[in-house]
Structures are given as C-alpha cells and as structure tokens.
C-alpha cells in the first residue's frame, strides 16, 4: 500500500518557524517529482512548491518564495519543507503530493497521483 504521511504541523505564533515532513512508503519516490500544497478553510487546495526528483530544480508559490524552503532525501524516502517568518495566511492544511512519471516539476495539482492525508498548521497570536 502506498502511503505517504506528513508530520510536522502545529500551532505556532506570527514569525515562528516549522518543518514539515512528508515520509512516503510502500514504493519509492525517488525518480519523481514530489510537491507542496496547502487548502485553507474555504478555500481552493493552492501550489506551495515543487522539486524535481534529482532535487536540482525547485519551483515557489510567490506567496512563500524566500520564507519556504523545499528539500528532500531520496535516501529515506522524506520530503521537508521548512517555513520560516509565518503569518496567520499561512494557517491551512499541508499537503504533500508524488507526481506521475514524466512530470519534471508540476505546478498544477492535475499530474500528482498520490497525496498525503495533510497537517494541520495554525499560526496565531
């Protein structure tokens, strides 16, 4: 069974920082591209980042680029994200995502096939 699981989430306040970590099982992931989304309450599931399986090549949502950080660890299957300086706009639901074979770097939520359950992250005074 392929899983991938998130940990990492939880209440901070403005300027703090997490790590997220997404652990993948039941398959390896490291010939693909592997991603960052986040859905707030009511709102649309957005794009947060991306990074290419060789880790060489990362792509930013403009909202996070220079706070977030992407990485991975072929070794062990993980996959971080490092927030840095949050904002209560950060407050959502985390979600990590495989991508499909060919994809080198998806933006789009439409090429990834597999998703995490996703990590709460509330940043609140």
């Known amino acids: 069974q392929v899983q991938l699981i998130e940990s990492g989430g939880g209440l901070v306040q403005p300027g703090d920082s997490l790590r997220l970590s997404c652990k993948a099982s039941g398959r390896t992931f490291s010939g693909t591209a592997m991603g960052w989304f986040r859905q707030a309450p009511g709102k649309e599931r957005e794009f947060i980042s991306v990074?290419?399986?060789?880790?060489?090549?990362?792509y930013y949502s403009p909202s996070v680029k220079g706070r977030f950080t992407i990485s991975r660890d072929n070794a062990k299957d993980t996959l971080f994200l490092q927030m840095n300086r949050l904002t209560p706009q950060a407050t959502a639901v985390y979600y990590c995502?495989?991508?499909?074979?060919?994809?080198?770097?998806?933006?789009?939520?439409?090429?990834?096939?597999?998703w995490g359950q996703g990590t709460q992250v509330t940043v609140s005074s």
């Open positions: 995502a495989a991508a499909r074979e060919g994809f080198s770097a998806p933006t789009s939520d439409y090429p990834y096939e597999y």
């Open positions: 990074i290419s399986s060789d880790g060489y090549t990362t």
